[in-house]
Nanobody
């Protein structure tokens, strides 16, 4: 059973920073595309950032503010979030994709106050 365990969410003021962590297995991290998604109330889940190897992609709304990274020694993927805005408020989910094998974490709440 693949596990993706997220941590690091919380409440922060606009302009602040948070770091989300997603711990997984070495096997998954070595082959899967790892992504961070978010879902705000009443909105669809959207891909925020992804990493495969060391190639990264970002949705336009976070480009320049968020950074996705990986630590292979800790089998962990991070989402560093800077200059947070109230519009970034959502539940953030870690995701792994390897062909048809797709797994999700339990989600972590990020709330940005104005």
């Amino acid at each position: 059973q693949v596990q993706l365990v997220e941590s690091g969410g919380g409440l922060v003021q606009a302009g602040g920073s948070l770091r989300l962590s997603c711990a997984t297995s070495a096997c998954i991290l070595s082959v899967a595309t790892m992504g961070w998604y978010r879902q705000a109330p009443g909105k669809e889940r959207e891909l925020v950032a992804s990493i495969l190897g060391y190639t990264t992609t970002y949705v336009d709304s976070v480009n320049g503010r968020f950074t996705i990274s990986r630590d292979n020694a800790k089998n962990t993927v991070y989402l560093h979030m800077n200059s947070l805005k109230p519009g970034d408020t959502a539940v953030y989910y870690c995701n792994s994709k390897y062909y048809k094998q797709v797994y999700w974490g339990q989600g972590t709440q990020v709330t940005v106050s104005s």
